[in-house]
C-alpha cells in the first residue's frame, strides 16, 4: 500500500501527490507553470548545477525553479551557489569534491508555515560526477538524509581465512 506518491510531468506541467493520513489517501493536482531547462525536481538538479558550474564557480548564483511537495505540489524559486571544493570522506579515504547550495526562496508570508531547508549536492572536479546529496527527500519536513554514490565509511574489513579456525 502507497504511503507517498509525488510525480511531475514536465511536458504538460501537471504535478500529483497521494499521501496516506489516517489511513485514508489524501490527493492533490496542480496544473505547474514549467519553464523548460529552468524547472527541476530532484536529481535534475545535479544535471542543471554540472551545466551551470562555470558561472557558479565565478561567484554567480544561479535562480532556477524547483518543483516541491508540502504535500501540495508547489513551484518554488531556488538560489544556486557554490560553496567551495571540499574533501569528502569515503569508503577508500578521501576525494576532492566541489560543494553546491540549493537554497528555496519561501515568499515571506509561507516562511511561517514552511520550513524548507537548504539542499547541499556534492560533485568531482571535471568531469563532474555525483558524489553526495544532503537535504530532506520530498517535502520540506521530511529528516535530513544523506546519499552518497558509494559506501561513506569503511565497512569493517573482511578477513580472509584458510580455511582453518
Given at each position: 500500500k502507497?504511503?507517498?506518491?509525488?510525480?511531475?510531468?514536465f511536458d504538460s506541467g501537471m504535478a500529483t501527490a497521494v499521501k496516506t493520513e489516517n489511513g485514508e489517501p489524501r490527493r492533490w493536482s496542480e496544473k505547474l507553470d514549467i519553464t523548460p531547462g529552468q524547472t527541476f525536481a530532484g536529481?535534475?538538479?545535479?544535471?542543471?548545477i554540472k551545466a551551470l558550474r562555470e558561472r557558479l564557480i565565478k561567484g554567480e548564483t544561479v535562480n532556477l525553479k524547483a518543483i516541491g511537495f508540502t504535500p501540495q505540489p508547489r513551484e518554488v524559486t531556488v538560489a544556486i551557489s557554490?560553496?567551495?571544493?571540499?574533501s569528502i570522506r569515503m569508503a577508500d579515504g578521501s576525494i576532492a569534491a566541489e560543494h553546491y547550495i540549493i537554497h528555496p526562496k519561501i515568499p515571506?508570508?509561507?516562511?511561517?508555515?514552511?520550513?524548507?531547508?537548504d539542499a547541499n549536492v556534492w560533485l568531482t572536479p571535471p568531469p563532474a560526477v555525483f558524489v553526495r546529496f544532503q537535504g530532506a527527500l520530498v517535502e520540506p519536513?521530511?529528516?535530513?538524509?544523506?546519499?552518497?554514490?558509494?559506501?561513506a565509511?569503511?565497512?569493517a574489513?573482511?578477513?580472509g581465512t584458510s580455511g582453518t579456525p
Open positions: 502507497d504511503v507517498r506518491t509525488f510525480a511531475v510531468d536529481f535534475g538538479f545535479t544535471l542543471a557554490y560553496a567551495g571544493r571540499e515571506a508570508l509561507a516562511k511561517w508555515f514552511v520550513k524548507a531547508p519536513s521530511d529528516p535530513i538524509i544523506r546519499i552518497d554514490s558509494g559506501p565509511e569503511s565497512a574489513a573482511p578477513r
